[in-house]
């Protein structure tokens, strides 16, 4: 979300009277790659770019692309295959030892469908998980539609400009799978009369939402570093207790008393650092009673145990599903010791549980680091 941002902002910058822009979207992936399907890069023709679609190895030539995209006034897909053995093949020799597919698109600053306006539209949606089609490739006559097409996907009506029925129902089928599966894919259709469309189709969850708990100097390192990551930060205090430095950082201050009208999904974190044993113990009924995955408890495990033992005295036991989103102490044991370390240690909690990950050293892993996920038809 955060490049996406960067996208967007650079975007609305443009001297659109001297300059043209491009829009390259990472849509497939085989095998490995630094960047994965989504990632964008938006280009301008005077050399400058916003954003990435690999670790620096594809980007040079990207930029090539772009202004050629620009010049024909034509979306162009192009496949980069840093797997081969070609010595001419850009990206060869680092590593990456992927195939990745690039749809450069080129920016009529005049349409308000254009690739960045439709970014633009859903990111004005607050808390919504958006479906993206992006038109790769199509084979046989098509009128009403053309490579490079991103189409927000609201209701089965957004399909009906398509005009084929088997088509629609074939795209409303793979979104209602990915939407389970919470994951971007690319697709494709095959239709009679020698016709084929291949698509990207990409779940656009809203940004994490950090709510803290708390006014203490340590929610400083922390909201700075998950901003920086590219989630929001929501602090929950007193605003008269809170530091100007973090009141500059987070997204918003909420009242305590205000806690409940706060918006609450599955992208919502919650964790508790007030310090404060009473507090802690005042928040936490509060926190499980909203449906966030992840609600952490800072502090040692003795004291954390004394709450719930409290709480079930007092007759607020706290359930064994319950149990499975608190996580106390909080952070992974990486031998933290000074705020901005226990705050490293927070973030890649809170990244692992989200992901649904174990968090332990890659070189131990069995499986690959992210799913290979290929086009499915």
């Known amino acids: 979300m955060k490049e996406i941002k960067a996208i967007i902002h650079a975007y609305d910058n443009i001297d659109t009277a001297t300059t043209s822009a491009a829009l390259a979207t990472v849509v497939r992936v085989e095998g490995s790659s630094y960047r994965r399907t989504g990632a964008r890069m938006l280009v301008m023709d005077n050399g400058i770019w916003v954003g ?19 010049a024909k006034s034509v ?68 009128l009403n539609t053309k490579a490079g097409n991103v189409i927000k996907y609201t209701a089965p009506e957004s399909l009906h400009f398509i005009g084929n ?60 570093l998950v901003k920086e990551i590219g989630w929001r930060v929501t602090i929950v205090a007193n605003p008269q207790k809170l530091n100007t430095s973090i009141t500059a950082i987070a997204d918003e201050v909420v009242a305590p008393e205000r806690f409940a009208d ?5 992208h919502t974190v919650i964790v508790l650092m007030s310090h404060d044993y009473k507090t802690d113990k005042y928040n936490l009924p509060k926190a499980l009673a909203t449906p966030a995955p992840y609600i952490g408890m800072l502090g040692p495990r003795m004291r954390t145990e004394k709450i719930w033992r409290e ?54 892993r069995n499986s690959t680091i992210h799913d290979r996920a290929k086009e499915r038809i």
């Open 165 to 224: 029925d088997l088509l629609e129902r074939q795209i409303i089928l793979a979104i209602s799978e990915q939407l389970v599966e919470g994951k971007s894919s690319p697709r494709k259709f095959l239709l009679q009369d020698d016709k084929a469309v291949e698509t990207f189709i990409e779940i656009l969850p809203p940004e994490i939402n950090i709510v803290l708990m708390g006014f203490q100097y340590d929610v400083y390192p922390f909201s700075k």
């Open 262 to 266: 706060l918006p609450v999904d599955e």
């Open 311 to 364: 709480l079930a005295e007092e007759g607020i036991a706290i359930t064994e599903a319950d149990m499975g989103r608190i996580y106390a102490p909080i952070g992974l044991d990486i031998g933290a010791v000074t705020p901005e370390e226990i705050a490293l240690s927070l973030a890649a909690e809170i990244r692992t549980a989200l992901s649904k990950r174990s968090g332990g050293f890659l070189k131990l």
């Open 52 to 70: 990435g679609i690999s670790g620096g190895c594809l980007e040079g030539d990207a930029l090539k692309r772009a202004r050629q995209a620009i």
């Open 75 to 142: 979306s162009t897909l192009i496949t980069y295959d840093t797997s081969s053995d070609d010595e001419y093949q850009i990206g060869v020799g680092l590593g990456c030892n992927g195939i990745i597919d690039v749809l450069f698109t080129p920016l009529n600053f005049h349409d308000k469908n254009n690739p960045v306006e439709i970014l633009k539209s859903s990111l004005a949606v607050n808390r919504q998980t958006h479906v993206l089609i992006t038109i790769t490739r199509l084979e046989g006559d098509w």
